[in-house]
């Protein structure tokens, strides 16, 4: 691949992150729809992608070897927000049982009368519970959906020569 080519392909990896991280954020924010424990780890990877993402572009004139590694390694991070969301279908079909912190909330309380608080006041949103779905398909089927595809592309583009 060429560096014009690697350069769009890890700027495209950002892109696309950011947007389907600002999807998520959008739907709690302005849609109401409160992420369980499993919807948050589900956001984490795609904060990966997009610094990867973002260092490829800017090393690939230069350094088109190490752009290389960061979009393969941006590959890795959507193949592990993959295994999250598939994980987290999983636990939406009753497959098998989510992690402790499911229908827990979560945070950094520090005291007791912190942790009262934060208890009392945070919504208690189930990992086993589909709040969206659209044609059937949660918002984490469609995440797993899109990690996959992602993970495809970006391994593929990063191993590719030319």
């Not at 490829?56 to 979009?71: D, E, N, S, T, V």
């Not at 497959?95 to 979560?106: F, I, M």
């Amino acid at each position: 691949m060429n560096r014009i080519d690697l350069r769009l392909a890890s700027l495209a990896t950002a892109l696309l992150s950011a947007a389907i991280l600002g999807t998520a954020l959008l739907s709690q924010y302005v849609g109401g729809l409160q992420p369980c424990v499993l919807c948050v780890y589900q956001r984490w990877p795609y904060v990966v992608t997009i610094a990867l993402g973002l260092a490829g572009f800017a090393l690939a004139r230069r350094h088109p070897a190490a752009a290389r590694i960061a979009l393969g390694l941006a590959g890795l991070a959507f193949l592990v927000g993959g295994g999250i969301a598939g994980f987290h279908v999983g636990v939406e079909q009753g497959w098998w049982q989510g992690t402790s912190g499911c229908g827990a909330p979560t945070g950094g309380a520090m005291t007791l009368e912190d942790l009262r608080a934060q208890v009392l006041a945070a919504p208690v949103v189930r990992c086993d519970e589909v709040p969206w779905s659209l044609l059937g398909i949660s918002m984490a089927g469609y995440n797993f959906i899109l990690s996959l595809a992602l993970a495809a592309a970006t391994l593929w583009l990063a191993a590719r020569r030319r």
